[in-house]
């Protein structure tokens, strides 16, 4: 359950008979689409004079300000609802926590979106760190440390559920 890298299929008979100047044209458009929609995700800063881990800060964080918050785990997190759909064999490893979170997502949402949402959590790449539930509004955020850098998975996210999932940025920065 969990962790597996992502294949990505490339078209090797498309990339090899590029040029280079082509290729180059490509990775043009490529960084300047990257930085257009990360500009367009919603970011936020805090800062710290503690030191921990930026994803419990995090949480800490919106906890103090009246959220549910959720990590991107298999187990003790928001990914644990792929055993209601293709994870089936784990369910007996689901802890209480669990299961009171996939029954909270299933009352917060339609089956078709409880579904989708499964489905697009069941990779780890590119899940934002948190799920962040407040007012009955599920949203999702990514947590950066100081100025890590945000990877294009996040972006591609971003691009494919922002409309659907409001997704920000969170940037921990220890002073």
Do not use: H
Not at 37 to 43: A, D, M, N, Q
Not at 104 to 123: C, I, T
């Amino acid at each position: 359950m969990g962790r597996r890298k992502k294949v990505v299929e490339i078209d090797e008979e498309k990339f090899s008979s590029m040029g280079r100047e082509e290729k180059l044209y490509l990775f043009r458009d490529f960084t300047q689409l990257f930085y257009y929609e990360l500009s367009k995700i919603p970011y936020s800063e805090i800062t710290i004079t503690q030191s921990g881990n930026p994803e419990s800060i995090a949480e800490e964080y919106y906890k103090d300000r009246g959220y549910e918050v959720y990590r991107s785990r298999v187990n003790g997190g928001y990914r644990c609802i792929g055993v209601e759909f293709y994870w089936q064999n784990f369910s007996s490893k689901l802890s209480e926590d669990d299961k009171m979170l996939i029954e909270r997502l299933k009352y917060l949402m339609s089956p078709s979106e409880f579904k989708e949402l499964a489905y697009m959590v069941k990779d780890k790449n590119g899940t934002p760190d948190l799920l962040v539930i407040k007012d009955k509004k599920i949203s999702f955020t990514e947590v950066k440390f100081n100025y890590e850098t945000v990877k294009p998975s996040t972006v591609e996210f971003y691009i494919r559920y922002g409309n659907k999932w409001p997704t920000s940025i969170l940037r921990v920065l220890r002073k």
